[in-house]
């Protein structure tokens, strides 16, 4: 089985942009969201897209 098409994470530094529904990630500051962003991409076989400076999203197309 595999998963395609779906959000598989949100990596934020506000978290008032996301309430619940899938795995959030939570960072202090933007390197860190940087860092997260391309740990997760290697680790869920996916790609982060920004949807605002706060907030990103990992995909799998």
Known sequence: MTIEKCILAAITTNPKKITSGMAVFHCDSKAELESYAANLEA???????????ELLIIVRH
């Open 43 to 53: 680790i869920l076989d996916g790609i982060a897209h920004a949807l605002s400076e």
